[in-house]
């Protein structure tokens, strides 16, 4: 009887792994949609709260609006004289200058992990943390304490710098809670592009908001893009990239995993993309 019963309940098997099959499709993409619109979100509000400290510092302290002062390799200075058409072609000169100058950084970064220079960029995004965190963080408090007349003594300014630099330090090149992380990078971001308003003419600065953009797509999506190079050199070392590098919108937490054949848990990482990795701790990342 068992044998005249296994042709029926084979057939009935295959249906089910047909729907079966079908249901675990409809999960996928389901997933997939849902993590690619958490994505979004993930990267939509650090942008906008970066946008909200940029706009109210410009609203409210007339120092980062007013442009006194210019960097040295945007030689082009505008003039309340000149036409439309001068200002655009000079303000496309300081864009090609400025453009070519991070191509040349970000292919020297390139190069640089590529033969494993570890510690020439660890002391490259330190020197630059230091500058963001400890200088230009002091110049925003002082230009916002005299731009609402209000004072401070040099002890206390000197302790809350010291505090706010050494901790974020801590945040970004070493380890530590990820919102405390995620807000130094904006308050970062948003601190350069502060610097890069104040001195940028203004339409040099509207130019190269564009041309920034088009650079990292170029960069990120051609085969031969730096930054896409950097990401496949990372993936096939099984490496995470600099946590000064990456925005990360998600914590990494740590499982164990074992092979198939039962050998013990080994260190694998996800795609960088979701910024999360698989190693044989039980503790957070």
């Known amino acids: ?32 949609l849902k993590y690619g619109a958490d994505q979004v979100l993930a990267l939509i509000i650090p942008v906008s709260l970066c946008m909200v400290v940029v706009i109210a510092t410009i609203r409210s302290v007339t120092y980062f609006s007013t442009q006194d002062t210019q960097f040295v390799y945007s030689p082009y200075k505008e003039d309340s004289g000149e036409s439309s058409g001068q200002r655009l072609g000079g303000a496309l000169l300081n864009v090609i200058i400025i453009i070519g100058i991070i191509v040349a950084m970000t292919i020297l970064l390139v190069i640089l992990y590529k033969y494993r220079c570890y510690r020439a960029i660890h002391g490259w995004l330190i020197i630059s943390s230091l500058l963001l965190l400890f200088f230009f963080s002091f110049t925003y408090i002082q230009q ?48 350069m592009a502060l610097v890069l308003i104040k001195n940028l003419p203004e339409w040099t600065t509207w130019i190269l908001l564009g041309a920034i953009a088009i650079y990292d797509l170029v960069a990120v999506l051609c085969p031969k893009g730096p930054l896409r190079i950097l990401v496949e050199t990372a993936q096939e ?7 000064a590098l990456i925005y990360s919108s998600k914590m990494a937490w740590i499982v164990n995993m074992a092979d198939e054949d039962g050998n013990p848990p080994r260190r694998k990482s996800a795609s960088p993309d979701r910024r999360e990795s698989v190693t044989d701790s039980p503790e957070p990342q």
């Open 144 to 191: 916002v304490l005299e731009a609402h007349n209000a004072t401070i003594d040099w002890i206390t300014m000197a302790f809350v710098i010291w505090n706010f630099g050494c901790v974020g330090m801590v945040c970004i090149h070493w380890k530590g809670p990820l919102l405390l992380q995620q807000a130094y990078l904006i308050l970062a971001s948003a601190l």
């Open 1 to 32: 009887m068992q044998q005249q019963q296994q042709p029926g309940r084979r057939q009935m098997t295959q249906s089910e792994r047909e729907l079966e099959r079908q249901r675990i499709e409809q999960e996928e993409l389901e997933l997939e």
């Open 237 to 243: 070392r099984d490496e995470p990239l600099f946590p």
